[in-house]
Each structure stands twice: as structure tokens, then as C-alpha cells.
């Protein structure tokens, strides 16, 4: 009879007793990991460049949207055609005064006939301006002391004021710049007062002008000085010098 032999068991494997610290430090975070108490992983601040580059998309963001200023009808002149105007003068209280074209220059016979109606006359021609609203001259005379006095008061019309022309298409208004005296004994001056660019004979113009002319008999009387020429006129005029500044429909 024979006897089995058993195999002893081997001996237990001894294990290296954990440190109690570490265990404790162990624990801690996996409780905290649990209640969400631990921040997420830390993240590096952003470097120098990166921030100047935010700065830059920042600067880059386009500003809030502004309404655009109404746009300006531009300065529409006219061909210089002579036509019947009506003038009016706000400073002056001045309204609708008709303007005739004749063809002739300022004060001349037909244009004193023209003003002894009491409204105001117009020269064109080779010896007188252009229409209203034309590049050029445009030349309105009046009386001052007769006819009802339409132009009483023009020496008295400021710089800057306004002074509108209507035609049946448009009204040109023009704005008052020079104040200047013309003298009937001077073809010189005769010459500057009626010339394209006033003051200036002979010069190209390039701009829509007006000149409003009267008698000076006041100015001239006071000062002693009591010519006259066949027609009655006084040595001098007073004209007033305005610019085209704008024009609208009628």
C-alpha cells in the first residue's frame, strides 16, 4: 500500500506596509474628487504675444455705424440765357421785384426807361452781362429816389446777406461779398463795373456773379457834388457784388 505524498503550501507573501500619511493624503483627494470641491487643471496665463494679439482684434472691431450727412444739391448755374426774373431780397424786405433783360449796358436809355416803370432792368449783350444764374455777370439796375424806389435801401445791404433770383425753371440765390462805386465820368470805371468778373475787365469768368446797381445822388449831393449826366444819372453808383451759392427747382 502505498502513501501520497502532498505538496506543502508555500508561505505567504509578505506585503510592505503602506506609509499612513500618503494613505491619508490619498483618501482626501478622492473625496474631494467626488464632491467636485478640486479645480480643474490650471491653465498658463496667456503669453505677451497672444495678448497683444486680442488687443489687436479688439481695435480692429468696427464702430457703431453713423447716419451719413444729407448730401448737398450741387451748384447748378444756368446757359446765361436773358430771361424775366423776379428778385427778392430778405434783408431788405424786397419781394418779387421784376427784373426785365433788354439788350443794351447799365443805364443806358432803354434801361432808364425800363426803371422808370419802377422795376428793374437787366443788360445783355456785348456791352452787358449774362442771364440769371450764368457763369459771368449779371446786372440789375434800379432807381433809388423815383419810380417808387425799389432799390432805396440797397446801400445799406450787408455782406453774407442773400439775394434770390427766380426764373420759371430755378431760383439762384446769391450771397453779398463787395461793395464797390462806380463813377459815369470814368469810362474806366464804366468799364470795371460792367466787365465779366467785376473790377476786372478783360478777365475770364468762373463763377455765376450779380451786381445790384443804384444812384448815389444822396452821397453825391451831401458831398457837394451835383452832376449829372443827360439821362439824370449822378456821378456815381453804389453796386453790391454777390456770389452764387446755390440754386433749387422753382
Not at 494679439?53 to 468696427?62: I, K, L, M, Y
Not at 453713423?66 to 430771361?83: A, I, K, N, V, Y
Not at 427778392?88 to 424786405?93: A, G, K, N, Q, V
Request: proline share 12%; hydrophobic share 30%.
Amino acid at each position: 500500500m502505498w502513501t501520497r505524498h502532498l505538496r506543502p503550501a508555500p508561505p505567504p507573501v509578505a506585503t510592505r506596509p503602506r506609509n499612513r500619511t500618503a494613505l491619508l493624503i490619498a483618501g482626501l483627494t478622492a473625496l474631494l474628487a467626488v464632491t467636485g470641491c478640486t479645480s480643474s487643471t490650471p491653465q498658463a496665463p496667456p503669453a505677451p504675444e497672444d495678448r497683444q494679439g486680442a488687443s489687436e482684434v479688439a481695435d480692429q472691431t468696427p464702430a457703431p455705424s453713423q447716419d451719413p450727412s444729407p448730401e448737398q444739391e450741387p451748384l447748378l448755374t444756368s446757359d446765361g440765357r436773358p430771361q424775366v426774373a423776379y428778385l427778392t431780397i430778405p434783408e431788405l424786405d424786397i419781394r418779387n421785384l421784376r427784373v426785365e433783360p433788354y439788350q443794351g449796358q447799365t443805364d443806358d436809355a432803354p434801361g432808364t426807361e425800363i426803371q422808370d416803370r419802377g422795376i428793374a432792368a437787366s443788360p445783355h449783350g456785348p456791352s452787358g452781362g449774362v442771364g440769371p444764374g450764368g457763369i459771368g455777370n449779371y446786372q440789375v439796375t434800379a432807381h433809388r429816389n423815383s419810380a417808387g424806389g425799389p432799390f432805396l435801401t440797397i446801400p445799406d445791404l450787408p455782406n453774407g446777406a442773400r439775394i434770390e433770383v427766380a426764373t420759371d425753371e430755378r431760383i439762384y440765390v446769391y450771397e453779398v461779398i463787395e461793395t464797390r462805386e462806380t463813377s459815369f465820368r470814368s469810362e474806366r470805371s464804366l468799364a470795371e463795373q460792367r466787365a465779366a468778373v467785376p473790377g476786372h475787365p478783360g478777365r475770364t469768368p468762373s463763377e455765376a456773379l450779380i451786381t445790384l446797381s443804384t444812384c448815389a445822388t444822396q452821397e453825391d449831393h451831401a458831398a457837394g457834388n451835383y452832376w449829372a449826366d443827360e439821362l439824370g444819372n449822378p456821378e456815381h453808383r453804389i453796386d453790391k457784388i454777390g456770389r452764387l451759392v446755390s440754386s433749387h427747382p422753382a
